[in-house]
T-cell receptor
Framework: NAGVTQTPKFQVLKTGQSMTLQCAQD?????MYWYRQDPGMGLRLIYY???????DKGEVPNGYNVSRLNKREFSLRLESAAPSQTSVYFC??????????????FGPGTRLTVL | RKEVEQDPGPFNVPEGATVAFNCTYS??????FFWYRQDCRKEPKLLMS???SGNEDGRFTAQLNRASQYISLLIRDSKLSDSATYLC??????????FGKGTTLSVSS
């Protein structure tokens, strides 16, 4: 049981390049999330997927797209990377029931630098 | 008013000390409250959920005051291994969880 896995762990891009961050969970959770964490800013939600087949914007969606490929996988794509997207990206998953927000389990993060 | 506010610290305490962190939230409709712990360059992990009646887990006690929209975390008998950043987390309006920026604790021998 690996929990939440993310690839890659580290990535350096040049401005304008594109890439996809991969996330997978093996806990049969229905909800998945992408966050970015910057010094002094805390964790900010980029996009989330409440259930398979749905995605919604979070606090900072501009410059990103997501795909909920199936129940296990939720990818984050940067179409044209900018230096402002240099950050640590965390994927998380949870099993939301009704109005309750259950514990979110996080992956180890992807450290992205855009030059 | 920011959605979730915490004193960033750092809190520097000796081993064995008792330390308390506070957090305020802006959405009076919030129903779920948590404290997460994040070690340097690692992912956040759930420390404990916060229940209306208050709850305790070993040396950790969490309290919720809905009227004041205030959450606290008390750590007794601090250990070196408690050094970390503690994140206050609240569910937002119709979205996922809202994370505070965190309070940094450093416990020294």
């Amino acid at each position: 049981n690996a929990g939440v896995t993310q690839t890659p762990k580290f990535q350096v891009l040049k401005t304008g390049q594109s890439m996809t961050l991969q996330c997978a969970q093996d806990m049969n959770h229905n909800s998945m999330y992408w966050y970015r964490q910057d010094p002094g800013m805390g964790l900010r939600l980029i996009y989330y997927s409440a259930s398979e087949g749905t995605t919604d914007k979070g606090e900072v969606p501009n410059g990103y797209n997501v795909s909920r490929l199936n129940k296990r996988e939720f990818s984050l794509r940067l179409e044209s990377a900018a230096p402002s997207q240099t950050s640590v990206y965390f994927c998380a998953s949870s099993h939301r029931t009704g109005r309750s927000y259950n514990e979110q389990f996080f992956g180890p993060g992807t450290r992205l630098t855009v030059l | 008013r920011k959605e979730v506010e915490q004193d960033p610290g750092p809190f520097n305490v000796p081993e064995g000390a008792t330390v308390a962190f506070n957090c305020t939230y802006s959405n009076s409709a919030s129903q779920s409250f948590f404290w997460y712990r994040q070690d340097c360059r690692k992912e956040p992990k759930l420390l404990m959920s916060v229940y209306s009646s208050g709850n305790e887990d070993g040396r950790f006690t969490a309290q919720l005051n809905r009227a004041s929209q205030y959450i606290s975390l008390l750590i007794r008998d601090s250990k070196l291994s408690d050094s970390a950043t503690y994140l206050c987390v609240v569910n937002g309006a119709g979205t996922a969880l809202i994370f505070g920026k965190g309070t940094t604790l450093s416990v020294s021998s």
